[in-house]
Structure formats: structure tokens, C-alpha cells
């Protein structure tokens, strides 16, 4: 994800939890009858969760031996679905009134070495033997596990395209240390493709890469190391982390209807926190706490989200120095992205949340424009009403969003990206 920091792992974790207590058996995806998929995966803990290619999504809640009733996108919400799963998939599923039937799917496991750190991955492909595509996933800053998580590595593989998955070093069932070094995620994520194709022999066509959110700083920088096919970047950005937070805050600041004299303060607060996070947490609390006592009282304070400012604002010191540094490791608040992007000849696809509060889409458009004018392969497509991970949502009474589907076209984009076919108009 984009969110590279505290803010973001907290909010990424709290979907990422949803992997809690699925019973593995159900998890897969299913050919309804009418050519359709659908894919089971993990939910929260004694729950399962369905997804649809045109972006609709609910949690799933046992009712019976073998059935279970849907709620609608994260609200809770009953949505009026409801799934049978006859002897845990191998005989089918029926989701309201259409059957379907587990695809068997080709899933080979392995382990991979990458910088003296061993990782373990996953290809996913569709049956049979013809040769495919093959889309390697980047992950964003999430601790979680991908090979857990990641339905991507399903719904990819049943519209007829391999999936490579890994779980990043320090998470799931991969060795090392956490990180947010760029550059070493990025030869992870080399060596990852090269493990893809030796998987995949014969089957593997053109190969590249989707990363979501952080992983959108990464998986150009792999591209750049050693090149591929195509990358697509999901939710990402073209602006280093520090600028990232100081568009977020701008943001926030102009939602709340406040002008640029206020924005203007508030930037100074960035400054601070971005002084900290640059240290590893090791200095700079001091300008903190200043800039907090002169301007906490101000009506703008609150309305400070940011990208990791919002967070540090509300923790402690000693909280940020004991316990920041292993959730952001290596965070190179001033990487920029725009030389590697500069330099790139792969085409790529950047598909960005107009409604973004985390990720910000102004100035990255700004900068993609820029580069297709250059003459750079670059696509990109903004959707109007997605916040961070693609989500559209509604606005509780308490003001926070609650996350309700993905936009119609998102996964149909990917694919037809990945599979070369012309973006439909």
C-alpha cells in the first residue's frame, strides 16, 4: 500500500485481520452458471468473504451447517445474498439461485532466496497448458500476509492469467526483517518474477508486475532493475512519502473548510513529524512538541490526517520511539520516484481514487500527464468515488468511512491490461 506508515499499517491491518479464522476448504474460486466468478476467501474471524470481478463484495456469516448469509461491503449491512456450500466446495456452491462449481485451479508453492533472506511464494494458474500471462504481486506496507490474503492470486488465475504471490520478508511464513527500503523490495520483488518463470516453464508469457498503494513505488524501481513486460500500479503515487503526507494534510485541511493561511500552519506541523520519521524516530521530538503547543488549540488542528502525521500526533513520544521504528523500517520519506518513472520504457497502468484521502491523486496525475507527453507508456485512470484500496464507501454519522465495493471497471482494467486487449471506451 501507499500508506507507508503507522496510520496506514493500522488501517491496511484491520482488513488485513480478516484473514483470521476461515476454514481453508471453502476458500477458491467458483465458475457460476452463467460464466461468471466468484471468489471465497479468508474474512474476519468465523467468516468467510465473496468477491465478483465487477467489484461487489460482502462478509459472509454461517447460518447453517452449510449456508451463510451476506452482509454488504464492511457495513454490517445484510445485503439479502446468501451461499450454500455443499461439502466444503468439492461439490459445489449455490449463491442465491445460480450453482457453481470450484475451478481447479494450479497452485505450486515455493520457497525463494533474495538477499540472503528466504521467501515463501505462490503460482497460481488457470488449467490446462497453454501459456499466459503472468503478473507478479507487490505488496503494500501491510505486515499481513499475502499468500493469506491476497484474493488477487484467485480471481487473476480464473480470467486465465498466473499469479505469482509472496509473502514480503518479515511477514507471513517468509524469513528477515520488516522493511520499507524500497530498494531491497524491489530485488525481492526481481527475484520473485525470476522464481515465476522458472515455475511456470513453458506456460509463462509476458510477465510483470501489480503493486498496490507502497507498492507502487516498488514495483517501477524492479521494472527499472531488471525489465519486464508491464506494471501496474494500483492506488499509488509519483511523489515521494513526504509529499505524500503534506497533500494528504492539504487535503484534509480544504475538505474541512479551511483555506490556505490554516493549510499553511498545518504544513509546518508536517515538517515536524516528517523530521522525526527521517531520523528513525531517534530525534526531533522537541520541534514537535513545539509546533503541538502552539497550534493544538487552533479549530484546524483536528482536522490533521495526513498520511503518518495524524498518527504521530496522537501517540505518544515514547510510543514513537519504541514502538514506530518496526512498523516503518527502512521509510525513505524523501524518495523520489520521478527519475525511475522518467527512465522507464515499460507501459504501465496507474489506476488512482479520486476521493483518496491517504494517496492523494493531484499532483501524481500531474506528473503522469506529464510523462505520457514525454512520450512515456503510461495509462492511468482516476475513479471519481474510491478512497485508498479502491474502496467506494459510505460516511457513518461519526464522519469515517466505511468501505462498501470496488469500482465496477477496476479488476476488468487489470485484466485486459495484462492480457493486452484494448481498454474498452
Not at 507478479?136 to 498466473?162: C, K, N, P, T, W
Request: charged fraction near 25%.
Amino acid at each position: 500500500m501507499t500508506r507507508i506508515t503507522l496510520a496506514a499499517t493500522a488501517l491496511l491491518l484491520a482488513f488485513a485481520a480478516e484473514a483470521a479464522a476461515a476454514p481453508a476448504c471453502e476458500i477458491g474460486s467458483y465458475r457460476m452458471a452463467n460464466g461468471s466468478a466468484l471468489d471465497i476467501g479468508p474474512g474476519a474471524a468465523g467468516q468467510l468473504r465473496w468477491r465478483r470481478t465487477d467489484g461487489l463484495t460482502g462478509a459472509l456469516i454461517r447460518a447453517g451447517k452449510d449456508r451463510w448469509t451476506s452482509t454488504y461491503g464492511w457495513t454490517e449491512r445484510p445485503d439479502g445474498h446468501a451461499l450454500t456450500i455443499d461439502d466444503c466446495g468439492r461439490g459445489g456452491i449455490r449463491f442465491d439461485d445460480m450453482a457453481g462449481q470450484r475451478e481447479a485451479l494450479i497452485q505450486r508453492d515455493t520457497r525463494f532466496e533474495s538477499n540472503g533472506v528466504e521467501l515463501a511464494g505462490r503460482l497460481t494458474l488457470p488449467p490446462g497448458r497453454a501459456r499466459v500471462p503472468i503478473v507478479v504481486l507487490i505488496h503494500g506496507a501491510e505486515h499481513s500476509s499475502a499468500l493469506e490474503d491476497y484474493s488477487l492470486q484467485r480471481q487473476f488465475a480464473s480470467a486465465g492469467i498466473g499469479v505469482f504471490a509472496y509473502d514480503k520478508r518479515g511477514t507471513g511464513v517468509s524469513g528477515g526483517r520488516y522493511t520499507q527500503n524500497y530498494l531491497l523490495l524491489a530485488t525481492d520483488a526481481v527475484q520473485a518474477a525470476r522464481e515465476a518463470r522458472r515455475l511456470a516453464g513453458t506456460r509463462a508469457g509476458r510477465v510483470g508486475y501489480q503493486g498496490g498503494s507502497q507498492g507502487g513505488w516498488v514495483a517501477p524501481l524492479a521494472a527499472r532493475i531488471e525489465p519486464v513486460d508491464f506494471v501496474i500500479v494500483s492506488f499509488g503515487l509519483a511523489v515521494s512519502p513526504r509529499e505524500e503526507d503534506r497533500e494528504a494534510i492539504a487535503a484534509d485541511l480544504a475538505r474541512a473548510g479551511f483555506g490556505s493561511a490554516q493549510t499553511a500552519k498545518a504544513l509546518e506541523v508536517a515538517d515536524a513529524t516528517a523530521a522525526i520519521v527521517e531520523s528513525d524516530f531517534r530525534e526531533g521530538f522537541e520541534r514537535l512538541d513545539e509546533v503541538k503547543r502552539k497550534y493544538a488549540g487552533q479549530p484546524w488542528f483536528s482536522a490533521i490526517r495526513g498520511n503518518y502525521s495524524g498518527f504521530m500526533l496522537s501517540a505518544s513520544a515514547q510510543d514513537l520511539r519504541t514502538q514506530a521504528p518496526a512498523l516503518v523500517a527502512g521509510i525513505e520519506v524523501r524518495y523520489d520516484p520521478m527519475p525511475v518513472l522518467n527512465n522507464l520504457a515499460v507501459p504501465q497502468l496507474w489506476l488512482l481514487g479520486g476521493q483518496d484521502r491517504d494517496a492523494p491523486p493531484g499532483e501524481t496525475v500531474r506528473r503522469l500527464d506529464a510523462l505520457k507527453q514525454s512520450g512515456r507508456p503510461i495509462d492511468y485512470v482516476v475513479f471519481p468515488d474510491a478512497d485508498h484500496g479502491l474502496y467506494e464507501f459510505e460516511t457513518g454519522k461519526d464522519g469515517e468511512r466505511i468501505s462498501t465495493r470496488q469500482p465496477q471497471d477496476y479488476f476488468p482494467r487489470m485484466r485486459d491490461f495484462i492480457l493486452g486487449k484494448p481498454a474498452a471506451k
